[in-house]
Every structure is written in C-alpha cells, then in structure tokens.
C-alpha cells in the first residue's frame, strides 16, 4: 500500500463545475496535510493546508479532512480552465521531517 | 523577491561525468531539501537539511550527494550520474523544519543522463 494514494485522473468537469479531488494516506500518526497545485512544466505551489478534522475554506478552495478514515479531499468550486493543473496530496508526521507526496490528480477544466 | 534558485534549469550529460545542480535560497530558510519527480512516482525527497552542517537521506539517496555548508546553499552532487537518474529534479526550503511548513519549490531542473 502506497503511503499516501491519490487517482490519477485525468478528472474532467466543465468550467463553473465543482472539482473534487481525493487523498488518503496510510500512516495514523500523519499531523499535517497540504495540497499543492503544480502546472505542466512547473514547480509546485501550496494552495491549501490543513492539521484538523473538518472542513477549512479559502476563497473557491476547500479542504476536509476526516482523520479516522485517513481522508483528505479538496473542493474547488466555480472551477476555471486554468486550475486545470496537476494537484499534489502531501502528507507529514509530526517529530519527522519528512513530507510525502501522492502522485497527483490531473484535473481538466474545460471551457 | 522570496525564491529558491535553481541552476541548470535543464541539463544534458553522459554516464559517469559528475555534475552539480545548485540550490539557494534568499528567505533564511533553515530547512531545504531534494526531491526527484518521475511519472507515476511523484515527488520523492533525496536527501534533507535541517540546518548548516546537518543533512540526511530521505527515501532515494542513493547515487547523490549533499552538503550544506552556508545555510542558503543546499547543491546536489551527483558524483557518477547513471541513465536511471534522469529526472526533474526540485529544491525546496521551508522557514521552520517541521513538517507544518509551507515548502517553496525552486523552478526545477530537468536532468538526462545518456
């Protein structure tokens, strides 16, 4: 079982749609989570993090997070063709300096 | 402007010849670190730095080299490159070394060893 397991994709929803994309992660003891968006060609960028159950809001970006079903999902609402982009789960544990990343999503957003 | 600086930005060698890629950054980060992302793989840290003079291996070290010796310099040597390390490679740094940090990714280097 891969640590942190992500689908591929590509996931494709039309323009103003609402994009869902899923993580989860093997490890219990996990403390933090992240979702970085990385455009073809380009490093990736944070755009959400995470360290609690629930749901946590920043503009058209929502994360949630279920600890007791090692589950973390990001919502992007209104989506645009250009969050079309690969979008990376990362997981860490706290007391270890290690950051693991899921293979990424490919999310499509067509006009 | 806040950024990690990466050097070359793409890279052709041949089996055997070292190279170096070179990573700084500007924002007094202590923690930096390597990663390879191959498709299928993802991201997968090479080696780690919490501080000046401490670094250690993450989960694919092998064949690569670290130091770091000032704290906003973090190279990447690769001391006998090898086909299968034909790779982008990224730098990054957070400010703090636990793993709640944001990271900030420098722009990567492409890397083919023939």
Known sequence: ?111 | EAQVTQNPRYLITVTGKKLTVTCSQNMNHEYMSWYRQDPGLGLRQIYYSMNVEVTDKGDVPEGYKVSRKEKRNFPLILESPSPNQTSLYFCASSFGVSTNEKLFFGSGTQLSVL
């Open chain 1, 1 to 111: 079982q891969k640590e942190v397991e992500q689908n591929s994709g590509p996931l494709s929803v039309p323009e103003g749609a609402i994009a869902s994309l899923n993580c989860t992660y093997s490890d219990r003891g996990s403390q933090s989570f992240f979702w970085y968006r990385q455009y073809s060609g380009k490093s990736p960028e944070l755009i959400m993090s995470i360290y609690s159950n629930g749901d946590k809001e920043d503009g058209r970006f929502t994360a949630q997070l279920n600890k007791a079903s090692q589950y973390v999902s990001l919502l992007i609402r209104d989506s645009q063709p250009s969050d079309s982009a690969t979008y990376l789960c990362a997981v860490g544990n706290t007391g270890f300096q290690k950051l693991v990343f899921g293979t990424g999503t490919r999310l499509l957003v067509s006009p």
